[in-house]
């Protein structure tokens, strides 16, 4: 009998008696999962997984305040549609199920590892990374592990869809592992998928002059700019523009790095705009440990020896900004003046003062109506909660 499984997804927020209800919908995916018992039987398995990210949103701040764990993008896709591809589902609203299966948000499934990954929760197993099981436990995680993320969602995806001819005007090393889908329109660059697979999504655009390094992943009509150097493992979102040089960096949905400027071993989030010379600096001169901080009460955290810039949503800089190394931007921030922003810039900073949140709420619509969207009363509800709650940071 073919049953259904259904995910859930819910987030609050991290002060839960601030919570504004409802604030991000409950998020539910069904399909049928099919196992191969201990006597090779096909068997189909009926269950309820709820993916759960209220013991990891905390520590995954500024990105998991504006989205669910599960909608964070690491690789080609998020980790919810991730789980949807995996599992052949249709992502769709629900309620809260009963009698779920409890699964840790932060878990990356891949083609792999998803069968252990639900196997070991159903038997109420603690997951812990391994070879081929990861786990994002801080921000710079999605950075540090995206080249891996990348291949593995690169095998997925090429098992389920064929890859456009390449231009002839394309140089290309390593055919085989790069990716076109259809509409994207690219010419006269350099593609190099000796040191990792590209992937190019539909109605993508790469000028000429492009250099690119595999592993890369182009969302859906984003523009990589003319003359642009991107180094792997980097992942540029749906509908972001970008130029200048990039590396090991991964820039969510609607957000711009348009011009010259160096952009390293950084996360952005959605709806950013670096503008023209602004550059990070992801290395101390001593090369000693980079520690960040995440809010006021999580602090000098390691993240490695090479750590950048982690930028929350709705955030800008101003031209020629420069970032000290492991610098954490919070939500909806306007960096600008003459001199370089501190090592941690809380949510809703202008220049050295608080932006007011009508006017922060008023330059955001304007932001998105430049590309032709228009902000959610989701969002005013959850930018209004966070700007409430600022000394809970």
């Known amino acids: 009998m073919l049953e259904s499984i259904s995910f859930r997804f819910e987030h609050l927020t991290p002060n839960a008696k601030h919570q504004t209800p409802n604030v991000l919908d409950a998020s539910g995916i069904n399909f049928i999962l099919p196992f191969l018992n201990s006597t090779n039987w096909l068997i189909f398995i009926s269950m309820?997984?709820?993916?759960?990210d209220t013991k990891v949103k905390e520590n995954l701040i500024p990105f998991s305040l504006t989205r669910h764990v599960a909608d964070i993008k690491i690789g080609i896709f998020s980790i919810r549609e991730k789980w949807e591809k995996l599992l052949n589902g249709n992502a769709t609203l629900s309620n809260s199920p009963e009698n779920s299966l409890v699964i840790n948000a932060a878990l990356i499934p891949t083609i792999d590892n998803f069968q252990t990954i639900i196997e070991k929760s159903k038997q109420g197993v603690l997951i812990e990374e391994d070879d081929i099981i990861k786990i994002l436990k801080y921000p710079w995680h999605i950075f540090q592990l995206n080249d891996w993320a990348l291949r593995m969602d690169f095998k997925l995806l090429s098992k389920e869809n064929h890859s456009q001819e390449i231009p002839e005007t394309v140089q290309v090393i390593n055919a085989q592992e790069v990716f076109i889908s259809e509409d994207a329109q690219i010419s006269h660059c350099i593609l190099n998928a000796s040191t990792?697979?590209?992937?190019?999504?539909?109605?993508a655009q790469i000028m000429e002059g492009a250099m690119i390094r595999g592993p890369f992943s182009l969302g859906e009509n984003?523009?990589?700019?003319?003359?642009?150097k991107i180094y792997g493992a980097t992942t540029v979102g749906n509908n972001c523009v970008v130029g200048g040089e990039i590396k090991n960096s991964v820039l969510f949905d609607y957000s711009n790095k348009a011009h010259d400027g160096y952009l390293g071993d950084s996360v952005i989030g959605s709806w950013c705009n670096l503008g023209a010379g602004t550059t990070n600096s992801n290395v101390k001169n001593n090369f000693s440990p980079v520690k960040m901080q995440l809010s006021q009460h999580i602090k000098n955290i390691e993240a490695g020896n090479k750590a950048g810039l982690i930028m929350g949503d709705y955030s800008k800089s101003a031209i020629n900004t420069s970032f000290n190394t492991g610098t954490v931007v919070g939500i909806s921030c306007n960096i600008f003046g003459n001199e370089m922003p501190p090592k941690f810039v809380h949510h809703f900073t202008w220049g050295n003062e608080t932006y007011n949140i009508d006017k922060a709420i008023l330059d955001i619509q304007k932001w998105k109506q430049a590309k032709q969207q228009d902000i959610t009363q989701q969002e005013i509800d959850i930018l209004k909660n966070i700007h409430q709650n600022l000394n809970h940071a």
């Open 196 to 203: 990792g697979p590209i992937y190019i999504a539909k109605g």
């Open 222 to 228: 984003a523009v990589v700019k003319m003359g642009a």
């Open 48 to 52: 309820n997984i709820y993916l759960d």
